[in-house]
């Protein structure tokens, strides 16, 4: 059911991003709605809401990423526009948050991705969805941190590696909140 959805939400991406005036925020509208209906049918499916939304995100990645021009740019904006949308539903936001960031960057690398640009682009996202709907940036962070971390080491260990490294070292992200989620998603 999850390969069914990545599909279907992958050729919906591209059906409306591509040829759009302004691709980024075709992109965001189109992630939103996706996360959405998704959310609305994921118990009628036999899947679960979290399972459901890191489809969604993984998706919207594999469909954006050559239309919007880099998977990096396809990462952030799907992880706000996924983070925006669960928002409005009965979601637990920060699961939403580390589901959303583990599709995005599981889907970016599937199609050629750099695993350090978008594990760094995938938290950046999360930070500016975060401050849009209310939700600590902390936690977001350290959620978005877990989802990117597991993405990563699921791909290997070299990429695992990678993505640390990569958190780390962006002057974007605040470092002592990356340590103690990477601390913690180590401990798990």
Known sequence: MLDRIIKEVMDAIVAVVKGADDTITALRTAVKNQTMGVLKDAGNLGIAAEDAIMGVAEGAVKG???IVGSSTEAVKNTVHAA???????GVDILTAVRN????AVSGAVEIGGDIA???????EGAIEAAGKVGVDSSKAVGS???GVI???DNIGSEAGSTARKALLNAASLPRDVIEKAIEGSAKK
């Open 83 to 89: 983070i925006e949308a669960t928002s409005e539903t």
């Open 150 to 152: 597991t993405a990563a």
């Open 100 to 103: 959303v960031a583990r599709g």
């Open 117 to 123: 640009l978008t594990s760094v682009a995938a938290v």
């Open 64 to 66: 954006a990423s050559s």
């Open 144 to 146: 978005a941190v877990i």
